[in-house]
């Protein structure tokens, strides 16, 4: 059951990760995302999963599936910032004229390796940004992204590598925007998610960089049912655990987690009152990050200087009733 199958999603190829718990769907050639996680333990999708009848909408907006990248995430006012000298102008394609969840949508990676092991199964894929020419006019210094994608039982790891190849310091941040189902029934679950304070946004839904009391969110300190509940909400996690678990009733859930040395905030995001899906999504720089009136400490932005290569990791751990 510790092996890579190939499969395909309207006639793009897959790449299916199989354990005895869990079978996940990588699709490479339309922006790397993992589109489908599937609990064979407890015979449901895990994901909000893209059917082959919404390619069109899929094309348009890959990120309302699966676990899709948002390189860099978040909202950027007017798409434009100036960093090391360089000056930055990504598309304005939201509200207001300004830009919303970066460059990096359905660009097609390569598969670079796969591993079958005793324990496991692996895939690895690679994009060099230069490339693509509508991804250089907007962010004009080359980087290699490489992701390794690995299943051990019920544990999917994603590693994440970012490898400079220009000459001059720029801005990274990635974020994932991953979408947990939640079945119609938000009243059976609980999120618990350590966080220490809320991030502002003005009226355009940019983040004004003040920071705000939990308030009522306190709750998720502790556990709070997503009955009733709507987000669009930025997190500040602080020196608490990068650490969210999504729990059924019956004990039933999840465990997300990323690498603590870069990751520094959560989106929660519900799409309206939850009822189908939640989103908990780990950001390693703040919306807005260039702009913003706090220090890198705060954002999260990483500075990634010529020849630098940074890596970080997210993990996936399901939960399984005693």
Known sequence: MKKVTKGQWNGYDTYILNSRELEVTLLPRLGNNVISI???????HVLRRP??????????KPYHFGIPMLIPPGRIRKGHFTYAGQEYQFDRNTANDNHIHGLHRTQSWCVSDIEEDDEGCAVTTEFITSDDPNWMRQFPVPLKLEMTLRLQGSSLK???????LGDKPAPFGL???TWFLLDGKPEDWTLKLPVSAIYSSNEELITTGDIVPLGELDQLNTGM????????????????PVSAELLRKDGYGLHYSADPAYFKHWVLYTKGDADQFLCIEPYTWL???????????????????????VEFYVNLDMIYPS
């Open 51 to 60: 059917e082959e009848s919404e390619l069109d909408f899929y094309l348009q």
């Open 158 to 164: 994603q590693t994440f590598k970012v490898t400079h």
């Open 38 to 44: 599937w609990d064979h333990i407890e015979q449901r």
């Open 225 to 240: 049912n997503l009955q009733g509940t709507n987000f669009d909400t930025m997190l500040q996690i602080g020196d608490k």
């Open 175 to 177: 974020g994932l925007h």
């Open 287 to 309: 919306p807005d990050a260039p702009n913003s009136k706090h220090p890198a400490s705060v954002t999260g932005l990483i500075d990634l200087q010529p020849e630098q290569t």
